[in-house]
């Protein structure tokens, strides 16, 4: 990988764009070139693996054969039926995939695919990830703010962010938190805007239109062309397409069973067909009139008379599609049309044989490692507070349950103190939802260059757990100094909180390095809970008096013993039945050995993070 955080640049190739109306483009920060991407001879082969753990057996499936084409500036559609075909080849395109499962070439106006283009193109995935706790502006600013150079001034960045709500007809609603009617449509025009305001060359969108109305799907579409028209090159999937989206298409690409179908400009698609000898009635639609022969609902090219009497219908309809799409996927290799393209491709694939990029890939930043972490923690500190409800009522429920269960204990002290330490550490447990619940929109804010994984994993931990835990630990002190008669000394003030939070935060941090990664282990809570109980008790466990030094609970029960002195008690006795040390070292070297033990599970967990994600 390349030590150079400097992203790599697409070519481009000059020419004088459609403007936005009032957008201004002798701006030299502003996008005013195009960049065609074409492809050569593309197979993918998917690697899964399946079976119990140790035996598990490993299978090679194809997905996408032998595909070549060119999308220029413009609309470029690829359409398909619900086989997977149509997202495969967008992703594969998009760099979505491991490219060790690739074979062909694809190329940037004529020069190979740079190793960073995840980072430098647009992509909007089908699932919406943006964060919904946030305003529409406040996630536009984050992603301007990470993506676009240092040099941009905040008045020019402000400037974009506005010309792209406009566009999108979200600039009056872009001040509020995201409304739950209809929350689908407006994420998803924010998913696109954070991408539109980068400027990126070339756009790609992951069925943009799935689960939209009709007139939400135009007003997408509508913005897209709008962009082509200025030259950046849109590349999107779709299933169906109504004939007022279908009539913006530049480019359209037809694909089933990982086979091209159609590749050619879209108005003459129709037209193709129809020399074909299908029959196209004038008031059907020619999207649906395409998808209606690649499912086997024509038949002017198979002779499927004869009904297999014995044969499953299933098996039957599955068979009469893999014909269908073998006859299309011939047609298409033998018309002149395909062989038009050839001649177009093979001199671009021509000058490249000597010089073919690399499988590796790479993550690139515009921004340096404090910007993306100042950035980082204001977002997700915004996020957890942008739940206010569930952190009031947690704080509620741990209130009631404290004051339901500690003043039995409070005549005797360290039985408070223990119970103390089983609450710190059983509602710890709930940390290792922290890297799971962002893990989607991490991966994809990763892989399209807005932060490295340091800055991400940092911002986790200052602004959402230390928050979590913190006032969580604050809670739990007042209480227990309230209907525990502690005294309220200087020594105790500090003492006790920094034992309970040193507690939490060591046994938040184990959950957490189970949780993190791509591969995540799947621990389930209750697991996690069996092993905190199992340390409470297990040191006075004949013959597992070693595991002491492996014991979280432990440690913090044993660093809060010495301060029972604190709480007005004085039962010296206990203290050295247990083999408690009371002195000043006995107190600090157990918070040394949960700090120690927080750093080694912390850095467990940014490994994870860092080996889970890192680019191939």
């Known amino acids: 990988m390349s030590s150079n955080d400097d992203p790599v640049a697409i070519p481009m190739i000059e020419r004088n764009p459609s403007d936005f109306p009032g957008m201004d483009t002798s701006d030299p920060d502003t996008l005013t070139g195009e960049a065609v991407l074409s492809f050569h001879n593309i197979s993918y082969r998917e690697t899964v693996q399946s079976g119990f753990p140790f035996r598990k057996k490993t299978y090679v499936i194809g997905r996408l054969y032998n595909i070549n084409g060119i999308m220029r500036p413009g609309l470029n559609a690829i359409m398909g039926p619900e086989d997977g075909s149509r997202s495969w080849l967008l992703d594969v395109l998009a760099a979505r995939k491991d490219p060790r499962g690739l074979s062909g070439d694809i190329l940037i106006n004529g020069k190979p695919r740079p190793a960073n283009f995840k980072c430098i193109s647009g992509y909007v995935p089908q699932k919406d990830v943006v964060m919904y706790t946030v305003t529409v502006r406040e996630n536009i600013e984050f992603s301007a703010a990470l993506r676009l150079p240092m040099t941009i001034t905040r008045d020019e ?49 992951d069925d943009p239109t799935t689960g939209l109305d009709l007139s939400t799907m135009t007003d997408i579409i509508s913005v897209l062309r709008r962009i082509s028209m200025r030259g950046q090159t849109v590349i999107f999937s779709i299933n169906q397409a109504q004939y007022s989206i279908f009539r913006f298409f530049d480019s359209l690409t037809l694909v089933a069973s990982g086979k091209v179908m159609y590749h050619g400009p879209a108005q003459e698609a129709l037209e193709y067909f129809k020399s074909a000898g299908y ?70 694939l021509g000058e490249q044989r000597t010089g073919r990029s690399s499988s590796l890939e790479e993550i690139t930043c515009v921004t340096p490692f404090w910007h993306q972490l100042r950035w980082n923690m204001s977002h997700l500190f915004k996020n957890y507070y942008g739940f206010p409800n569930k952190v009031y009522w947690k704080e509620v429920i741990l209130m009631l349950n404290l004051l339901l269960f500690l003043p039995p204990f409070c005549p005797c002290r360290a039985g ?6 089983i609450f710190q550490t059983i509602t710890s447990v709930s940390a290792g939802e922290l890297f799971v619940i962002d893990e989607d929109r991490f991966l994809h804010e990763h892989t399209s260059g807005y932060y490295r994984v340091s800055p991400y994993f940092l911002g986790k931990l200052l602004a959402e757990l230390v928050p979590r835990r913190l006032l969580t630990s604050t809670v739990f002190t007042v209480i227990v100094f309230s209907i525990a008669g502690v005294n309220t000394d200087v020594k105790s003030i500090f003492a006790m909180p920094l034992t309970i939070m040193m507690l939490a935060y060591s046994a938040s941090s184990l959950p957490l390095c189970f949780k993190a990664g791509e591969n995540a282990v799947a621990v389930p809570t209750l697991l996690v809970t069996i ?17 002491q030094y ?46 120690c033990i927080m750093i080694i599970f912390l850095s467990i967990t940014y490994v994870r993070l860092l080996l889970g994600y890192s680019p191939i």
């Open 531 to 547: 092993y905190f109980v199992f340390m409470l008790v297990s040191v006075n466990l004949p013959g597992l008096s070693w595991i």
């Open 550 to 595: 492996f014991n979280i609970p432990h440690y913090g029960f044993t660093v809060s013993c010495p301060s029972v002195t604190i709480l007005g008690v004085s039962n010296f006795k206990f203290l050295m039945i247990q083999g408690i040390d009371r002195s000043s070292w006995g107190f600090w070297k157990n918070h040394v050995a949960l700090v």
């Open 416 to 421: 408070l103190l223990f119970v103390v330490t």
């Open 279 to 348: 029959e196209y009635d004038s008031h059907n639609n020619p999207a649906d009139f395409f998808l209606d022969i690649i499912n086997g609902g024509f038949s002017a090219l198979l002779d499927t008379e004869e009904e297999g009497h014995d044969a499953d219908k299933y098996t039957e309809l599955s068979e009469r599609r893999h014909q269908v799409t073998e006859k299309l996927a011939n047609m298409y290799a033998q018309s002149s049309l395909y062989r038009e393209m050839r001649t177009e491709l093979d001199p671009l």
């Open 157 to 205: 960045r402000k400037r974009r962010i506005d010309e792209v709500l406009e566009l999108l007809k979200i600039l009056k609603i872009s001040e509020f938190p995201q409304p739950p009617k209809n929350p689908h449509e407006l994420r998803k025009r924010t998913s696109i805007a954070m991408e539109l305001v980068a400027e990126h060359p070339i756009l790609f969108l």
